[in-house]
């Protein structure tokens, strides 16, 4: 998700940009791209851009109990500053800043072009549940045969006393 910011970049500090996004991102190693909607508000600041972005991604989650993909909405609230690596004005390289705070720094590209992906990425990360289920009640998989019981009964002897399912659920 890039947005070219050479003008805001101009533009004296605290001024605002804001976009509505609707489109996908596709991340590297994944195959597919993942719809992303919600607001970004570019800030320029004083070495360089805050982006915040509240925007809402489906996710492609593995039920932890059936194993089966998932998709699911997950709501991020990006808040991420940008500093450029060319200087808009003059184009010469932006030497980094000397504090700590600058190797974790996202980077404005020399085209002045902010790439919000990798951010979106990180957050989707945090943002995703350990124990990601398909549905709360999801039954998860047969212990004995390992059929999928979303899809159906399977036929091993039910020896499950109904009294216990609820401690059983709780040890999952
Ligand atoms: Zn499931
Ligand atoms: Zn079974």
Known sequence: MEINVAQLLKS???TTRSYKVDEEVEFEGETNPHPVKGDVKLI???RGVLAQAKIEIQAELTCSRCLEFYRTPLKLDIEEEYIP???VN???PVESPEDDSADS???IDEHHVIDLTEAIRQYKLLASPMK???KETCPG???HCGKNLNEGKCNCPDDTDPRWSALTEKKL
């Open 44 to 46: 320029r600041t004083q």
């Open 105 to 107: 720094a996202f980077l």
């Open 132 to 134: 990601p289920l398909c």
């Open 141 to 143: 998989l047969c212990v």
């Open 12 to 14: 004296p500090i605290g």
């Open 85 to 87: 690596s060319i200087d």
């Open 90 to 92: 003059t184009g010469v």
